[in-house]
């Protein structure tokens, strides 16, 4: 059953709209503050909330960000006396999904919440029946992806997966694909990084015998061939000005010449492109064409980077590992709970692959051991989890020697590395400890920074580029 929250502080306002609600089949809960509505969400999901804004403590808008972050699902419905468009826009602007101001219809008001309704049980049923392949993870931010992959797979215009590096774009571009009616049909991936624009015109578009030396038949183009079925762009921001607009003219008319050709050519192929770039900023600098970016913008699906999902890093490693150790020729190793714990606390700047790429490295490193723990991490991620244990965040705090405790040696004597191993890691650590508090202090200036350090410019640039650092990082 629904389950609908109302936050309003007229109690006889909140018993006529619950009476409703409860005559339509839905359970409601009614509370008199924004305050008792958070208290409630940390313990409840609810499917909506009507949400006052003249509450005794303040604007109900004020609130919209922490209900939304407590309950991502929840859809929230404005239901005021005021119907001052500035807080109608201010409203729309926070994430509401619609404005209802009082004395309430009635009859608009059972619209609003069965379309509602309606619209979560298809997206739903949509997302039970998707075929993840083989995305792992069910963190809210993941999920709430998957959804939009479940409701673009059924859809028909062209699809734009955003992200940073290696947070899956490529992996959902193809589960878009097997969810779609287009799957018994060719999925054609074009990796645009690097495509030079001559040879990209003759494999997109095809050529006629002839058409240039050494086009000895005719070649049909990747357009072509992926007709009925799905184009996948990969980094479309690296696409050359000029192809970007032969692609604009493709995806209006669905007909193109192969080069050198008379005949146009038809073809229906459903677009999925995919950036690890601003392609918004690149518009702005002329770099990507306007229409063609708006053109993409019909549909897109937003990854969110690891560290904002940080709790699918357990179940990613749990579906990794077992593949890895089998690749690797090992049995399966046990996984110490600080080890999962340590890679939570890092920031995964390469996202999944660096994740599968440490779980590699680690493996490697406990080859003959039982068990993966957290000496068999990477330094960075052991470094971060001294500074976590020193109480802090990113950064040793003003003053602090963090130095000393940064490298912590194991206690097994399968672990313990040779005198060597040791004293360069524990080298490492500090410069890198040393360098980004240089940083910090020298204000974006080399001369400072050298005056600081004692350092020559050449080692000091030779130590920033080995810990990928930069004087900007500031
Ligand atoms: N949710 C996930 N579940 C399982 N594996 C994942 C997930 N996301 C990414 N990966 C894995 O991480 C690696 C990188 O993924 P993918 O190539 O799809 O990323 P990308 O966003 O396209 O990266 P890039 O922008 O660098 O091309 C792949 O090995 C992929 O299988």
């Known amino acids: 059953m629904g389950k609908i929250l109302l936050i309003d502080d007229d109690p006889f306002q909140c018993a006529a709209v619950e009476s409703i609600i409860k005559k339509m089949g839905y359970d409601c809960h009614c509370v008199y503050s924004g305050i008792e509505g958070l208290t409630l969400l940390r313990s409840s999901h609810f499917d909506i909330i ?16 922490r209900l939304t972050e407590l309950d991502p699902d929840v859809d929230i419905v404005m239901l005021t006396g005021e119907s001052d468009t500035d807080c109608i826009s201010q409203a729309f602007a926070a994430g509401v999904k619609d404005y209802l101001v009082k004395p309430i219809k009635e009859d608009r008001f059972r619209q609003v919440i069965q379309n509602l309704m309606q619209q ?22 993941l999920n709430q992806c998957l959804e939009r992959l479940a409701i673009s797979a059924k ?35 074009v990796d645009c990084t690097n495509l030079p624009s001559t040879l990209a015109e003759s494999l997109l578009f095809g050529h006629a015998k002839g058409s240039f030396t050494g086009a000895d038949q005719d070649r049909k183009g990747l357009f072509h061939l992926a007709h009925g079925g799905t184009l996948f762009l990969d980094e479309i921001g690296d696409l050359d000005l000029g192809i970007q607009k032969s692609l604009l003219r493709v995806l209006q008319e669905k007909t193109f010449r192969p080069l050198s050709s008379s005949k146009e050519v038809y073809s229906d192929f459903r677009l999925v492109a995919a950036t690890n770039r601003n392609l918004e900023e690149m518009v702005a ?5 306007s229409d063609l970016y708006y053109r993409l913008q019909s549909f897109i699906i937003e990854l969110p980077p690891l560290r904002e999902r940080n709790g699918d890093i357990e179940m ?10 089998k690749e690797n020729g090992m049995e399966e ?18 996202n999944v692959r660096e994740l599968v790429n440490v779980l590699h490295v680690s493996l490697q490193k406990a080859r003959f051991s039982k068990y993966l723990n957290i000496y068999h991490l990477p330094q960075q991620l052991r470094m971060r989890r001294v500074f976590q244990d020193m109480g802090e965040n990113d950064e040793p705090q003003q003053g602090v020697n963090v130095v000393p405790g940064l490298y912590s040696l194991p206690m097994t004597p399968e672990e313990f590395p040779i005198m060597k191993t040791a004293r360069q890691e524990a080298v490492d650590a500090m410069e890198q400890v040393y360098l980004q508090r240089l940083v910090q202090l020298s204000d974006s200036s080399i001369s400072t920074a050298c005056k600081l ?13 080995k810990h990928n650092l930069s004087l900007k990082n500031n």
């Not at 947070?167 to 054609?188: C, P, V």
């Not at 410019?457 to 920033?464: G, I, M, N, T, V």
């Open 316 to 325: 990613l490693t749990r579906h990794y590992l077992p593949t890895l150790c």
């Open 120 to 141: 979560k049980t298809v997206q739903k049923e949509q997302t039970d029946t998707l075929v993840r392949d083989e995305i792992i993870g069910d963190s809210t931010a």
């Open 453 to 465: 350090s004692g350092l020559s410019r050449a080692r000091l640039y030779e130590l920033l580029s």
């Open 333 to 350: 190793k046990e996984v110490d709970p600080q080890f999962v714990e340590t890679l939570r606390l890092y920031d995964w700047p390469g």
């Open 50 to 65: 009507f949400l006052d804004l003249n509450l005794h403590e303040g604007s109900g808008l004020s609130h919209i960000p």
């Open 155 to 189: 859809g028909t215009g062209n699809v734009l997966i955003t992200g940073e590096t290696g947070t899956g774009k490529e992996l959902f571009a193809r589960a878009l694909h097997n969810n779609s009616d287009r799957k018994d049909k060719r999925y054609i991936v």
């Open 285 to 289: 600098r002329g770099e990507f064409r």
